[in-house]
């Protein structure tokens, strides 16, 4: 019975890509008036929602670029009050920026400093933020699935980490391996010995090939890692309130600083065990070594997530990297791992959103991860081998199912273990009242929140199957089929236009067609914004030189958009959505990276 009402909500994602399909020979066709009323409201919304997440990228643009600036600055003037304390309160030695990590052994390129206000309240304030970066209570488990990586790249991806400061006292790995790749044991153990005195624990699991049930993946690893991991943690005494786990990719380059701001954010939240930690995603590792093509991909990929960041009710979603709690990952019984959870950062907000009655919130963390594009061997076989990363991307459409069956309330309880139960109500209730909130989320507000997370997953998944055909296709194809160049190619009689025999019909058509002129307009701002912001992230953050960041000659990238949307947007979302009516089990395939320890350009520098 269940199966059969869960049905039609399996139907949305593939209805909508065959329906946007069809629509473009049927709809000037068949029901030429109702079509261009759908076109006239289909681009006025998309052209709303764009121009929407441009002002939400611009607010998350600015607080990346002011948590840097505030980071270095607070070590700036430290570095400064110890320097002049050295000397006996004379002048600093050194007027070179601090670095928030220890020095590398590549040349730095300091970042401009700001002006530092000298007045009492302002030293007061910042000496009560340094203690906030300098807090040492939390410890931190770092959760890296992979799968087939080179160990270059996982050693250097840990090394990164090992460079902090309080990497020994507070940081736990948790190296996800998969009990399917040929040879993980020497890779795990040679992991193991390299950085067997640099973290507090250094843990190796193992996820089994063969569970029933389970689909192969990042969450299915992530899931088996959690629960193994933090099991180890708590039998080596670890306090389970005071862990915060953070899912990373085996290509993350994490700044302390996100380690910091995460815990300040904790320590400063009213509730902090219903929130996720979410970061922007940002590519600049091997950026100038892939096709201009994939570079843009990523490029509007990572603007699209900032810009989802910058939610002022928390509804949000993470991407590749974030981190929780130990006990709200708990307290919803950790990751899913059916066939539906495949995109598992979202999947994970979506769950954890449900399972606490619509508690838990995104925390946003404006501390861009920088990972790796994808990489192969020649420019097609690059390519493809994003092709086939998008196409695995998208298969988190199945989000799309999973969220309007739980706003429906036709998903079960995952939690049946009293006793977890109960003790998680014994954590909680020494932050709020869990009773009154509950009681509270019942309430019109929960629903609208309900109403809120369903539209922000169906347009992160419907509006790259749609906008593309309908975009690219629907105003030159009606042209083409009302208006034929040649009366021999005539299809409709000019009867039947309405275009021709309505002058209501004939505005909307030009209102349509002015409506599309625009469309591409939000884009423009959002790579403008994003053109800046990079140069910052690249320059002040990860202290690269001028040479090394984007330039104006990057402009020429922009050419290869059009490509960019329908290689690695449209058609991979097509295909994942039209799938979900038979859903296969595809083979999971690891997008292919070369990695080289010692040309990677920020492997010292974060």
């Known amino acids: 019975m269940t ?3 869960n049905y039609p909500f399996e139907l949305v994602a593939p209805m909508a890509a065959i329906v946007s399909i069809l629509l473009l020979p049927l709809g000037p066709l068949l029901i030429p008036r109702l079509y261009l009323i759908f076109l006239l409201i289909y681009f006025t ?3 709303y929602t764009q121009i929407n997440h441009v002002f939400k990228f611009w607010i998350t643009a600015s607080n990346i670029k002011k948590t840097i600036r505030r980071w270095n600055q607070l070590h700036d003037s430290f570095s400064a009050s110890s320097d002049n304390e050295k000397n006996g309160g004379g002048n600093s030695a050194s007027s070179a920026p601090a670095s928030p990590t220890p020095t590398p052994t590549r040349e730095r390129y300091p970042t401009p400093m700001n002006d530092v206000d000298n007045d009492d309240e302002r030293m007061n304030d910042m000496e009560t933020s340094l203690k906030l970066y300098d807090d040492n209570h939390f410890v931190h488990a770092f959760i890296v699935p992979n799968y087939a990586e080179p160990e270059a790249l996982l050693r250097d991806t840990i090394k990164r980490l090992a460079n902090h400061r309080n ?3 507070n940081y736990v790995i948790i190296l996800a391996m998969e009990a399917s790749e040929t040879g993980f044991e020497p890779k795990a153990a040679s992991l193991t010995n390299y950085f067997k005195d640099s973290f507090l624990h250094f843990i190796v699991t193992v996820h089994p090939s063969d569970i029933p049930g389970e689909s192969r993946g990042k969450g299915s690893n992530v899931a088996w890692a959690a629960r193994h991991g933090c099991a180890e943690m708590i039998q080596h005494g670890v306090d389970r309130r005071r862990v915060i786990l953070t899912v990373s990719d085996s290509d993350s380059s994490i700044p302390e600083l996100y380690v910091k701001e995460v815990e300040r954010t904790f320590t400063q939240a009213e509730e902090p065990y219903y929130l996720l930690f979410a970061p922007p995603i940002f590519f600049s590792r091997n950026a100038f070594d892939v096709p201009a093509a994939v570079r843009m991909t990523d490029i509007t990929w990572s603007a699209m997530v900032m810009s989802n960041l910058s939610n002022s009710r928390g509804i949000a979603f993470p991407c590749s990297t974030y981190s929780l709690s130990m006990v709200l ?11 539906d959870s495949v995109g598992e950062d979202m999947h994970m907000m979506l769950k954890c959103f449900f399972k606490t009655d619509g508690l838990a919130r995104c925390a946003p963390i404006f501390v861009p991860i920088n990972l790796t594009n994808v990489q192969t061997n020649g420019y097609l076989s690059n390519m493809h081998a994003r092709y086939i990363q998008a196409k695995r991307h998208y298969n988190g459409v199945a989000d799309v199912s999973y969220t309007l ?16 139960k109960k003790y998680m109500m014994d954590v909680l209730k020494n932050h709020h009242d869990h009773a009154k909130k509950s009681s509270a989320y019942a309430s019109p507000t929960f629903w609208f929140d309900k109403l809120l997370v369903c539209a922000k997953v169906l347009e992160a998944h419907m509006i790259p199957v749609t906008s593309g055909w309908l975009m690219f296709a629907a105003v030159p194809l009606m042209q083409f089929i009302l208006f034929p160049p040649h009366s021999m190619v005539a299809i409709v009689d000019p009867a039947d236009n309405p275009i021709l025999t309505s002058d209501f019909y004939a505005t909307l058509w030009n209102i349509v067609k002015i409506i599309t002129v625009f469309l591409p307009f939000p884009l423009f701002g959002t790579l403008s914004i994003y053109e800046h912001l990079h140069r910052c992230v690249d320059r002040e953050l990860y202290r690269k030189s001028p040479a090394e960041s984007r330039s104006w000659r990057n402009v020429f990238d922009y050419i290869s958009l059009p490509i960019a949307a329908w290689m690695f947007m449209t058609i991979p979302s097509t295909i994942a959505c039209i799938k979900r009516l038979y859903k296969p089990t595809d083979q999971y395939i690891v997008a292919e990276k070369f990695f080289d320890e010692e040309s990677d350009g920020d492997s010292h520098s974060v």
């Open 405 to 420: 069956r739980s706003a429906a309330g036709l998903t079960t309880d995952l939690i049946a273990d009293g006793h977890k």
């Open 329 to 339: 990952a708990e307290r919803v019984g950790y990751w899913d791992t059916d066939a």
């Open 3 to 5: 199966s059969l009402l």
């Open 45 to 47: 919304c998309f052209l």
């Open 167 to 169: 990497a020994q006292t």
